[in-house]
């Protein structure tokens, strides 16, 4: 169900266009309406909050989730569309339709941006025995100074803060295909923990993480942990 939504969006624009242009009145009205209707109707789809958690993996390493990941290259390419078409059932100017190409530029740097992630299988987030790694960029462990859970109930976000850098690495749930709040527990686990750091990506010591997280959770009385871990032969249970 990835690829679809890679060029779903732009196509739909373009047909609006088309149609617009071929219309004698209301052109821009029409393909206003459209464009948000068929787009909205995507977000619906594709909004990942309206999905249950997904099972944790062994190894840390966690991919944006495929449908909106690819949602998003195709409304980056979409939007791109969008600006010129625009602008072509405004005027002829060829100057104005010239700089509506220069802005449509950039949704579309965006958007190659993440085609070439998803086409690579760049991890949202992988760790490793010297740090992480969140959309392929590393942080060693040592540069992290805390790891939060900002936003609100609606919108949360998972914020790795970094020494030297003033903004802090964010992660979302349109972005990465994991739970929050086990990744606030998994990162806030082995910065604490630097001796269990060199066993990261063994199965077992996935195993045994899962379980002191999962069961320390449920001590305390809180939800939101993830689903059983998934190990190199399926959908295990959870560790007991």
């Known amino acids: 169900m990835r690829w679809p939504w890679v060029v779903v969006p732009p196509l739909y624009v373009l047909a609006a266009g088309a149609l617009a242009h071929a219309l004698p009145l209301g052109r821009f009205f029409v393909f206003g309406v459209l464009v948000l209707a068929g787009l909205g109707v995507g977000h619906l789809l594709t909004d990942p909050r309206r999905r249950?958690?997904?099972?944790?993996?062994?190894?840390?390493?966690?991919?944006?989730?495929?449908?909106?990941?690819?949602?998003?290259i195709g409304y980056a390419f979409a939007a791109a569309a969008i600006v010129v078409i625009d602008i072509t059932l405004l005027t002829t100017d060829p100057l104005s339709i010239g700089i509506a190409v220069v802005v449509a530029a950039l949704p579309l740097a965006v958007g190659v941006q993440l085609l070439a992630r998803l086409v690579r299988g760049t991890p949202a987030l992988r760790l490793n025995p010297a740090g992480i790694e969140v959309r392929g960029t590393p942080y060693p462990w040592e540069r992290i100074a805390?790891?939060?859970?900002?936003?609100?109930?609606?919108?949360p976000?998972?914020?790795?803060l970094l020494i030297g850098r003033r903004?802090?690495?964010?992660?979302?749930?349109?972005?990465?295909?994991?739970?929050?709040?086990?990744?606030?527990?998994?990162?806030?686990?082995?910065?604490?923990?630097?001796?269990?750091?060199?066993?990261?990506?063994?199965?077992?010591?996935?195993?045994?993480?899962?379980?002191l997280l999962l069961r320390a959770r449920l001590?305390?009385?809180?939800?939101?942990g993830p689903r059983p871990i998934v190990t190199a032969l399926g959908a295990a249970g959870a560790p007991s």
């Open 52 to 72: 249950a958690d997904p099972p944790a993996r062994p190894g840390w390493s966690f991919p944006p989730p495929a449908r909106p990941a690819s949602a998003r």
């Open 146 to 155: 805390a790891v939060e859970l900002n936003g609100d109930p609606a919108n």
């Open 157 to 160: 976000r998972l914020d790795v």
């Open 167 to 211: 903004q802090p690495v964010a992660l979302r749930p349109l972005g990465v295909d994991a739970n929050l709040l086990f990744l606030l527990d998994l990162l806030g686990y082995y910065h604490a923990n630097p001796a269990a750091r060199p066993l990261i990506g063994d199965p077992s010591e996935a195993e045994r993480t899962h379980a």
């Open 219 to 224: 001590a305390a009385g809180l939800r939101g």
